[in-house]
Each structure stands twice: as structure tokens, then as C-alpha cells.
């Protein structure tokens, strides 16, 4: 697996999406997110995982105006889960782009939400080291988030 920066990669981050949507909410037709990727991709923010047959993952990050980093989008061909290949793109986000002292947030299924079983979020998050924070504004499918925290030193 080779993590890399996105170039012209948003077929990428839609056929990532399109596994997802039942989830997540509309993203594929929406041009919100088309500017979204373009954008991250842009300003270097944009990592895919590449295997030898083809995409495994996407990830956008970010830093806001308070300071904090943010990932804002992380997903892993469902063919891919459990492999590894998300935990290897937020080491390579946090390396990149993360100098401590410092916050990551993620915002994330609620602990009632469908998906946050189905999905494996919140423990996938827990065993990176992120702690559950406070409740978040509900997804565009109407379910509950919640946003999750990392120190980094």
C-alpha cells in the first residue's frame, strides 16, 4: 500500500463515497463535496491509499481558524476494512500535518446512530487514541454525530 498526496483523484473519492452514502447522506451527485475534494486537494490536504488493485482509502484534513486540525473526511473501501489502510492514512495525515502540541477532531456516528455499529467508527477511533467529546450537529441523513478528540504531543 503507498499513501500519496491526491492529484486528479476524484473519481477516487467518489466511488469511496458512493460505498458510503447510506451512511453518510448524499455525496456523489452533490457539488458541495465535488468542491470540497477540489479544494482539499488543492492545498495538499487530500491523501489517498493506493494497493495493487487500486484504491483502498481517502482522507481530507484541515486546519480551522481556532488551530485545530480537523479530519474532515476518512473512508475505506469497504473491501479494505480492517486492513490497516485507515489507521496508515491518519498516521500519514498526523505526520504530515500535525505538529503538537495540538487537537485533531473527528466528527463521527453517535453512539445510537445505525452506522456507528455497522461502520466500526467509534472504535476505530477509540483504539487510535481519540476520546469521545461532546455531541455534534446530526449528519445530512438526519442521524446523530458526535466529535472525537486526539492529543498530540
Known sequence: MIIRLAEHDLPVFLGLAAEVEEWFGPMVAE???HRA???HTERGLAL???GPDGPLGGLLFGTGPDGRHHL???VVAERARG???GRALV???LRRYVRGPATVEVITFGADHPGAVASGARVFYERLGFAPGGPAA???EGGSRQ????AVE
Open 31 to 33: 457539488p458541495g463535496f
Open 147 to 150: 466529535v472525537y478528540r486526539l
Open 138 to 140: 446530526p449528519g445530512p
Open 91 to 93: 498516521d500519514d495525515a
Open 48 to 50: 489517498v491509499a493506493d
Open 83 to 85: 486492513t490497516g489502510v
Open 72 to 74: 474532515h473526511w476518512l
Open 37 to 39: 475534494v477540489a479544494g
